[in-house]
């Protein structure tokens, strides 16, 4: 089976419900996010979805095309979703080899069960065709997809904390012949302005760090500054190249469930904090920090947020000796717990 959809969402308003831009299923999970794929065929056709009449807003009639003119379609599905609430709208399945159909569903009234405010529309066609390499491609990296049931396929990917609001992203597909297909969408991406913060390096700190990089690498030369501001450049590289290595080395299914644990203690600093350090009331570097600080007490437990596999352990750069597990399904998050 193979499956493509989109997604309406709406907003809530006073009098009436609002239908705002038309968007992909995307559930933003912090740095990282999931969405569900139904994804194309491949050679020649593929499963198609339109709007028969093309606006950033969904009309009190919302009418559509479904297509697909290589298999032919094997089911068609509305389906809205609030306050963790699904309703059916439409599902039509086609046994033999129906290639297109248009629609057109009343949505004022509002259908029975839902009520004003905010909600999501989405529509799904299928088709049988399978498909060995499903994903997402996002600012130059391919994350790839892992099936749940069925044709479903999910994949986690992350969105870098800089990448502006237009920022495109494809879904992709490739068969076992190598042809590959990709569907394009532009996400509703909210900007966002991050700390900026001001890190004073002083001689009594850099006394108390620089020896544990000297031991862990003796040829380190120069004065307890300049190791520091080489740590601080070169270093965070190649730790971020490391644990994105490290994230790579996982299970196709999800090893976690349920919630990810937060360990316990004061947060100290935030993902995306701006830096910009300073000795002796001179700049000497500017960073971005990608990750989030935890303060607690000495020989305090450091439990794991969640269940996954062990990939590393020891020393890592400038995080110090660190645990990192991979949560599974294929290029999913990696969580590492530093001690």
């Not at 709406?10 to 990282?32: C, D, G, M, N, W």
Request: some cysteine.
């Amino acid at each position: 089976m193979r499956n493509f959809r989109r997604s309406y969402r709406t907003q809530e308003s006073r009098k009436k419900i609002s239908l705002k831009k038309v968007t992909l299923l995307v559930l933003p999970l912090a740095v990282a996010a999931v969405v569900w794929l139904w994804l194309v065929k491949f050679e020649s056709g593929k499963p198609e979805v339109s709007l028969l009449k093309e606006t950033h807003y969904i009309e009190p009639e919302l009418g559509f095309r479904a297509e697909d003119g290589k298999s032919g379609l094997a089911e068609v599905r509305v389906d809205v979703f609030q306050a963790e609430k699904e309703f059916s709208l439409f599902q039509e399945k086609y046994p033999g080899k129906t290639y297109s159909v248009e629609k057109r569903i009343s949505l004022r009234p509002l259908p029975s069960g839902l009520e004003e405010g905010e909600a999501l529309l989405r529509i799904t066609v299928s088709s049988n065709e399978e498909i060995p390499l499903a994903g997402l491609e996002v600012e130059g990296a391919f994350f790839k997809g892992f099936p749940v049931t069925g044709s479903r396929h999910a994949v986690f990917y992350a969105l870098p904390h800089s990448a502006p609001t237009n920022t495109s992203m494809r879904l992709a597909a490739e068969d076992a012949a190598g042809n590959r297909a990709h569907i394009s969408f532009s996400p509703n991406i909210r900007a966002r302005q991050f700390r900026w913060d001001r890190i004073e390096i002083t001689d009594r700190f850099l006394a108390q760090v620089i020896p544990y990089f000297r031991e862990n690498d003796p040829s380190l030369e120069g004065t307890d500054l300049e190791v520091y501001i080489q740590m601080n450049r070169e270093q965070r590289k190649e730790d971020a190249d490391r644990i994105r290595t490290l994230c790579m080395d996982t299970a196709p299914e999800m090893l976690w469930s349920g919630a990810f644990l937060r360990m316990p203690g004061k947060t100290t600093a935030a993902f995306g904090d701006e830096r910009t350090y300073f000795y002796q009331g001179r700049e000497i570097d500017r960073q971005t920090h990608l990750g989030v600080d935890l303060a607690s007490l000495m020989q305090s437990p450091v439990p794991a947020a969640n269940r996954g596999r062990v990939v590393f352990v020891g020393p890592l750069g400038i995080y110090g000796n660190a645990v990192v597990l991979a949560t599974g399904a294929a290029c999913s998050p990696c969580t590492p717990i530093s001690a």
